[in-house]
Structure formats: C-alpha cells, structure tokens
C-alpha cells in the first residue's frame, strides 16, 4: 500500500487549497479514504472520510461547510477540497486507508494558514 498525499502550502485566511492523494497497491474502489490532521502539540484527528463505494461522507465538525472530500476511482485519487481556511486548520494532512485490520499512512503534507 503507497498513498502519496500533495497541495499543501502556505495560504491566508479565507484561501483555497486542494490536497490529492495518489493510491497504490490495494483496490481503491472497495476502500473508505480519509483525511487526518496533526497541529503541532496535538493528537492527530479526522479530518474527513468518504467510502469509495456509493460515496458516502463524513466531517469533522470544525470543518463542516468548508472542506469537501471526494474521490476519482479512476485515477485512484482522492482530494481534499479546502475552502475558508483558517489559522486553526495549520496542521500537517496525512492521508489514510484502513485495509486488513491495518492503518497506511501517507507522509503527509503541510498546511499552513497564515497571514
């Protein structure tokens, strides 16, 4: 299992950015994907997951009406769509599947809202 997460960065408060994460190496079609964080000092915590199978979501609420997950089976990829961002998003973005009682990471990206 490889994931490849990217699209972090710095941006000011009320920016824009769009994570991707690349999948290998499992079927992505049949797996729930999801986004976690990590702010310095803090326990990691989800962010967002979407089931690869019907699409289903689900959001943390602080970033609720403002982060959209979504998937593209094709290209085995799934993104994070970011919008209205705030200085308490700053964190680093991991990307995570559960498969066979195991959990994969990504090597995560940077977010940093800043102005």
């Known amino acids: 299992v490889q994931l490849v997460e990217s699209g972090g960065g710095l941006v000011q408060p009320g920016g824009s950015l769009r994570l991707s994460c690349a999948a290998s190496?499992?079927?992505?079609?049949?797996?729930?994907m999801s986004w976690y964080r990590q702010a310095l000092g803090k326990e990691r915590e989800l962010v967002a997951a979407i089931s690869s199978v019907g699409g289903s979501t689900n959001y943390a609420d602080s970033v609720k009406g403002r982060f959209i997950i979504s998937t593209d089976n094709a290209k085995a990829t799934v993104y994070l769509q970011m919008d209205s961002l705030k200085p308490e998003d700053t964190a680093v973005y991991y990307c995570n599947v559960f498969r066979r009682g195991i959990n994969y990471w990504g090597q995560g990206t940077q977010v940093t809202v800043s102005s």
């Open positions: 190496g499992f079927t992505f079609s049949w797996s729930v």
